[in-house]
């Protein structure tokens, strides 16, 4: 096939027995011979009221659910794959919970309390509604994900001064009407486009952006009217809260999370948000303990953020996730507003970029076949 020639290394990735097996239920899903995490969500019938339910109700059932999901995960494929669907499942649930949250809007830990049901706007200024600036196969993701079919959401929680994807996440704020620029979607627009991805032979949905965290509601939401036993995948800054994170742990197969800041103060000065290291490491250790596990960081080397952040992020995934894979990211470019950052305004040097690797390598962690 024509990815093959375009990245060769999309099939040696597979020669390495560790990537083998750290992702080991994607490939699986892959050969046809694993279930997406969804489809087997969609079999967990769920009774409840979800125009009466307390929020607090919902979210105790939400953890029930979670465990009995948990445990048919541990059943033979062949039981699985002869489950039924449910007319209100796990997915439904959480898509009631997300909607319920959007009344007082909690997705990221900015936890902005706006009602955007009512067209309130928090840091995002996304109403209930999401919106979809392009969706294609993607052949320039990490080598085991492509062709990945991509779908790349407006607008993002963050506020990165030095942004690549500026014009999705920041540029269009207060100067254009986003309807000029993405396509308004709903969880049955967002499905077909899923589907017409996987007709194309995406290897996964891979939500990103901006950030899909803003429109958490319609990616679970569209999974009840998604059918293909294909790989979820969240692509994420990974500010999410402690809430939103339970609603989509059981769903993802992939998890594609950035992890820029090896501390608090320096997220703070460049991307604007508060408690970063501290709610991202939450966040990660999370998926790798209770989540799929199977994931790939994603580590931009920032020049002159040797010591403070490459190494500390280095450090916390060989002691505490460290089944993940790590992207050590080398395309760090000075844009957008890097100007004002004298210390950022530059590329990183090759010495900065080996010593991040060759600190890598001396604590085992594994690289190099998806960098
Ligand atoms: S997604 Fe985050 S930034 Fe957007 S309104 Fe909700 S809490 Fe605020």
Redesign the pocket.
Known sequence: MAFRILRPDSLSAWENEYILKRFSNYRGILDGKQIARYLIAKSLECKFDPNNDSLEVLENLLKEKSIEFNELLKKSIASLKNREIKASSYIDLATTIANRYLES????E???G?N?IQNET???L?TKDSYVSSAFLHFGEESVLVPSGTIFFQSC?FGCVFCQNYDLSQAWKGRRNIEDIAQKINEKKLAAIAERLVEKGAFNINYVGGDP??NLHTIVGSLKYQTSNICQLWNSNFYLTNESLSLIIDFMDFWLPDFKYGNNECAEKYSGIKNYFDVISRNHKRIHDEGSGEIIIRHLVMPNHIECCSKPILDYVAKEIPKCAVNIMQQYRPQYKTNKYKEINRLPTSQEIADVKNYADKLGILYQPVS
Do not use: H, K, S, T
């Not at 809007?105 to 990221?108: H, K, M, R, Y």
């Open positions: 809007c909690i997705f990221c900015r936890r902005c706006v955007r928090g840091y995002c996304l929680n965290i803003p």
